[in-house]
């Protein structure tokens, strides 16, 4: 029932910026939280940043005072501002829910850092 759409990837180069949206079908308080996974080639899917309904946002330690995650409530979206982009920030960045009985994913995005 939940479907979640990211939106805003593409390709930039070393030190630019990109903001990346998650647009959800249902509401996005309604969640215990909302957070940005990205995936490499062969690698594991992490957690980049997550903002709780209520909670201190929190980001892996690789991309703090780099990106920003925040809610536009109006809009019913969850934003992620990547600044000051590296080729290490090149993954598919993935869109997730927290919810009380159960997560939901986006389909993901590509975001490509050339240097």
């Known amino acids: 029932q939940v479907q979640l759409v990211e939106s805003g990837g593409g390709l930039v180069q070393s030190g630019g910026s990109l903001r990346l949206s998650c647009a959800a079908s249902?509401?996005?308080?309604?969640?215990?939280?909302m957070a940005w996974y990205r995936q490499a080639p062969g690698k594991q899917r992490d957690l980049v940043a997550r903002i709780p309904t209520v909670g201190i946002k929190s980001y892996v330690d690789s991309v703090k005072g780099r990106f920003t995650i925040s809610r536009d409530i109006a809009k019913n979206t969850i934003d992620l501002q990547m600044n000051s982009l590296k080729p290490e920030d090149t993954a598919v960045y993935y869109c997730?829910?927290?919810?009380?009985?159960?997560?939901?994913w986006g389909q993901g995005t590509q975001v490509t850092v050339s240097s």
């Open positions: 249902g509401m996005i308080l309604s969640f215990d939280a």
């Open positions: 997730h829910a927290e919810g009380t009985r159960r997560g939901y």
